[in-house]
């Protein structure tokens, strides 16, 4: 019989290897993944482009109703990248610019009520593998799976900064810093769906675990819960 399919939110603070994790997962079983993060920077870039004033809730409204967002699966590395009204922006979407503003952004409602809408119909499907901040207490608070990351602040910092220094030699370890520090900050303390464990969330430490080391936890979790109950 084919396994019954089920939706995994993974929530946590930035850079704590979310998607890393969400992208092995969905990998292994054949599920969608879905980085909704990636869904708040390609408003952000829209809103940075467009020149729309945070403060200007109309030129929000009518922003986001030019905003379309997809997903395409990348030929060559099977990556899943987002596309802004058809333009692929996976690269663009990570520039430090966009990380700069993309918490102020996420913190406004109408913004998050548009994303929201779009990833509880994607969650339609089911098997789906989605990491952001409120997808355990807000998008998917029925998810059969909910985990929660963390990982040691400096580590964090550490392997934000090597994967930007690749784009951007010139960044620094104080920038990536600040820039996390100020995101969890704001991602935590904001109004609307404030970061938050939720009450099922099971915590995941990987300070000290390797990428393959908390993928074949996380799979022994799926596979107890698809275990099927004995009388
Ligand atoms: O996961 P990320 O670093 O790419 O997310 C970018 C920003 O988007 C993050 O600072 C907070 C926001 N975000 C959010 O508010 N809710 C989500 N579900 C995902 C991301």
């Known amino acids: 019989m084919a396994k019954q399919k089920i939706i995994i939110a993974i929530d946590g603070y930035s850079a704590c290897g979310k998607s890393t994790l969400a992208k092995a997962l969905a990998k292994k079983l054949n599920y969608h993944f879905i980085d909704s993060g990636a869904m708040y920077r390609a408003i952000t870039l829209y809103f940075l482009r467009e020149g729309v004033s945070l403060g200007d809730e109309q030129a929000i409204g009518q922003a986001l109703d030019h905003v379309k967002l997809s997903f395409e699966n990348n030929q060559r590395t099977g990556d899943s990248e987002i596309l802004l009204n058809g333009e692929n922006v996976a690269r663009a979407?990570?520039?430090?610019?966009?990380?700069?503003?993309?918490?102020?952004?996420?913190?406004?409602?109408?913004?998050?009520?548009?994303?929201?809408?779009?990833?509880?119909?994607?969650?339609?499907?089911?098997?789906?593998?989605?990491?952001?901040?409120?997808?355990?207490?807000?998008?998917?608070?029925?998810?059969?799976?909910?985990?929660?990351?963390?990982?040691?602040?400096?580590?964090?910092?550490?392997?934000?900064?090597?994967?930007?220094?690749e784009k951007d030699p010139a960044i620094t370890i104080e920038e990536i810093k600040a820039n996390l520090e100020l995101r969890d900050y704001i991602d935590s303390n904001r109004e609307e769906s404030p970061l938050r464990k939720?009450?099922?969330?099971?915590?995941?430490?990987?300070?000290?675990?390797?990428?393959?080391?908390?993928?074949?936890?996380?799979?022994?979790w799926v596979k107890e819960l698809q275990q099927p109950a004995t009388a």
């Open 93 to 165: 979407i990570r520039d430090m610019l966009v990380a700069e503003k993309v918490s102020e952004v996420a913190a406004i409602k109408a913004v998050r009520q548009a994303a929201v809408a779009q990833q509880q119909l994607m969650g339609k499907r089911r098997g789906i593998v989605m990491d952001g901040r409120d997808i355990g207490t807000v998008v998917f608070p029925d998810a059969e799976l909910k985990i929660f990351m963390t990982a040691d602040p400096a580590i964090r910092v550490k392997r934000r900064f090597e994967e930007q220094y």
């Open 198 to 220: 939720a009450k099922d969330a099971i915590v995941l430490d990987n300070s000290s675990l390797t990428r393959a080391e908390q993928l074949d936890k996380v799979l022994a």
